[in-house]
């Protein structure tokens, strides 16, 4: 897989979940944080990453530039996805359908937040399993990596996009048309 380049894109950052944690030791407790960011550019790239720091405003910095890290290119057919897809992280699993436009992004937790940055506007998701929202980052992340392009599905499978999915290729030859007008 291709690395993206963060630095050529104009990404936008959203922290989704921070956490407190402490670790016990023979003189008293210390504190930490976990901070789960996503950066995206609205163009088809997303990623997210973890930060841990001991203040807040370091570890969004260390989450900013793990998720810069992580980026990935995500497959869109108009303003949704594909295809269905379902993936898991540890017990967490997510489903993502697409929609119809104008549907709107219907997913809550970090789901919602991955999609809004990866430029999909129209998708329906659920969270099933775990609520745990770094898990569902991680499965959303990993359910957009599985998409497939229908034209490389067609061309693996030696047919033509329309014969496969005509209603791909119309909106297609509906937006060059109105383009070329």
Request: charged fraction near 25%; hydrophobic fraction near 40%; proline fraction near 3%.
């Amino acid at each position: 897989m291709l690395k993206i380049s963060a630095d050529t894109l104009n990404l936008e950052e959203r922290v989704v979940r921070t956490n407190k944690v402490q670790k016990t030791h023979k003189g008293g407790r210390t504190m930490s944080w976990n901070v789960l960011v996503i950066v995206g550019d609205r163009e088809g790239h997303v990623g997210a990453g973890l930060g841990k720091a001991r203040a807040i405003p370091d570890a969004i910095r260390k989450g900013v530039e793990d998720a810069k890290k992580n980026i990935i290119e995500v497959p869109r057919a108009g303003t949704t996805i594909p295809h269905e897809i379902l993936a898991n992280h540890g017990a967490a699993e997510v489903l993502l359908k697409p929609a119809s436009e104008g549907t709107g992004i219907v997913a809550g937790s970090s789901v919602r937040t991955i999609l809004e940055l990866a430029g999909v506007s129209d998708v329906l998701g659920k969270s099933l399993g775990s609520s745990n929202a770094i898990n569902i980052a991680w499965a959303t992340i990993r359910a957009l990596r599985s998409l497939k392009r229908p034209e490389d599905v067609a061309r693996l499978r030696g047919k033509n996009v329309r014969d496969m999915a005509p209603w791909l290729a119309t909106d297609q030859t509906s937006m060059q048309g109105s383009a070329d007008a």
